[in-house]
């Protein structure tokens, strides 16, 4: 099985639990807005090559 076809839970950063998104070795996100059922909070972040990267972004 090639990472293409592998098929990963994408987990909130806040608590780790399981969020309802799923993506894929070649699925690409950029600045998508993850929202967490069980904690409520929702988290930008982009994901590529199956690596979730949370954005913080600067306060003004």
Known sequence: MNINSRIEWVRCPVCGSKT????????????????CPKC??????????????VITEPDA
Do not use: H, S
């Open 20 to 35: 309802r998104n799923r993506i894929r070795g070649d699925t690409v996100l950029i600045n998508y807005p993850l929202y």
């Open 40 to 53: 409520k909070q929702e988290t930008l972040i982009e994901a590529k090559n199956l690596k979730i990267t």
